[in-house]
DNA sequence: CCCGAATTTCGACGATTTTCGAAATAAGCG
DNA sequence: CGCTTATTTCGAAAATCGTCGAAATTCGGG
């Protein structure tokens, strides 16, 4: 699958990755995001669509602003897919209500 | 967690996530995991290391060949906090919104 | 229609990564 | 000790990545 390499690359750089854990409590807009790093807008813009390329996340406009939220279908998938693909035992998410 | 790094950074190669996927079917040699890529021997050393040193693999010598075996414990440990981290569903627990 | 705010795109630069060939190490064997 | 096999280490080129400042885009409001 293509987009198994998008989302390790997406995964390996650790700005990225607490984008996504403050992306867990709900969704920011790209100014509240940026705001929580010591980085440029145009850094953080280029990590958000390396993020979103990879299925990570979706946006959302809303007057000037962006929302960003989660998406977090594509990281179950390709995460229980690695699980089971390296032969990790049984990989259960209790997806019951 | 330091390590979360150096395997995040490991697991971004494609190369070097098949070379997990072919060692979670068992051990295998250098030579035998480096014949079933179109790369030099000192390429897939330097892919080896970059396993070992996430904690990924493990190896042992025998003779003049080196065997390399899957060490799954770290992998668990990072993708279940991972999972955990994200507040994706729950891995191994109760849901509690 | 112009202005200000939020965000992204562009172009470039330095840092890191991947890869290779050549040389070095390690181990068994006669 | 020399010889062969298996693997790693050592530079160094080439490609990729993360970051920035400047400029462009998008939108809402006067």
Redesign the interface.
Known sequence: MKN??LV??A??D?TR?EV??ML??GERTAGELSDAFELGRPSMSHHFAVLKEAGLVRSRREGTQVYYA?D?TV??DV?AR??D????GEFR???Q?
């Open positions: 198994f390499d390790f690359k995964l390996a650790p990755r996504l854990r867990s409590g989660l977090t990281l179950e995460l690695l699980w693909h390296l032969g990790l998410k209790e997806n209500p």
